[in-house]
């Protein structure tokens, strides 16, 4: 089977309890679109929990691309021995203060080894995927894609272009269903437009992590 979630936030007994109410075996497939780190204190367990599993796909949202941007800068200063610009410690300082403290606390903990996987790992989440299942077919993205032209090419979209919400009511696939997470849903519940599933279901506000069977619509939560 093949499953899709979203905003994990380093919510390690969360992560964990989907996965068991899945049941997800080696044969299965889990996507994973964005917001897997910061928040919670438990980024670190969660990303090295998904990269040991060959079957569990990560896409990129934009706590991932600003925790390698951070990790990546900071892993350089502890080999180097150096301190950062002011411009550089802005940043952490503000990433640190937004959600990104534990996870720059997880990081800080390994060793050098589990650091550089850290980082290879975070630099493999890709911007998209396409799923074909069941003569179903789907496009995974974090939030959207800005100017939508059915005629454009995945590949030839800007990165910033899958970082822009999808507005209700947006049109996208005449023949492929759009599935996103990054803004939490109203109902608290996985909810579903003309061509476009919503899929988080707002851990950061006391919601629940969501998964969703793309072959027969069946919905988990925990």
Same mark, same amino acid.
């Given at each position: 089977?093949?499953?899709? *979630? ?7 007994? /969360?992560?964990?309890? =989907? ?6 075996? @080696? ?24 990269? !040991? /599993? ?7 949202? %934009? /706590? &991932?691309? =600003? ?12 080999? &180097? ?10 940043? !952490? ?9 534990? *996870?720059?606390? #997880? ?7 589990? /650091? ?6 975070? $630099? @493999?989440? +890709? ?16 939030? #959207? ?12 979209? &800007?990165?910033?272009?899958?970082? *822009? ?11 492929? *269903?759009? +599935? ?6 109203? $109902?608290?519940?996985? &909810?579903?437009? %003309? ?10 506000? #006391?919601?629940?992590?969501?998964? =969703?069977?793309?072959?027969?619509? %069946?919905?988990?939560?925990?």
């Amino acid at each position: 089977m093949t499953y899709v *979630t979203a905003g994990i936030y380093g919510d390690w007994e /969360r992560y964990n309890s =989907l996965l068991q109410k899945i049941n997800l075996k @080696e044969s299965d497939v889990l996507y994973v679109l964005g917001d897997v780190v910061d928040y919670g204190e438990q980024s670190m367990e969660v990303l090295t929990d998904m990269s !040991m /599993r060959a079957n569990v796909y990560p896409v990129a949202g %934009e /706590r &991932e691309l =600003l925790a390698l941007r951070m990790l990546a800068g900071f892993d350089k200063m502890l080999k &180097e021995g150096s301190m950062p610009d002011p411009e550089f410690a802005a940043e !952490m300082t503000a990433w640190a203060n937004d959600g990104g403290k534990p *996870t720059l606390d #997880g990081f800080r903990a390994l060793d050098d080894d589990m /650091r550089e996987g850290v980082l290879d790992y975070l $630099s @493999e989440f +890709v911007l998209f995927e396409e799923v074909e299942t069941k003569g179903k077919s789907f496009v995974l993205v974090h939030t #959207g894609i800005a100017d939508f032209d059915p005629d454009t090419a995945l590949d030839d979209y &800007e990165p910033e272009d899958f970082f *822009t919400p999808a507005p209700a009511g947006s049109a996208f696939f005449p023949d492929r *269903t759009l +599935v996103v997470g990054h803004t939490p849903t109203d $109902s608290g519940k996985i &909810e579903y437009e %003309e061509g476009i599933i919503r899929i988080d279901c707002g851990v950061l506000q #006391g919601g629940s992590l969501a998964a =969703l069977c793309l072959e027969n619509g %069946e919905e988990f939560y925990a």
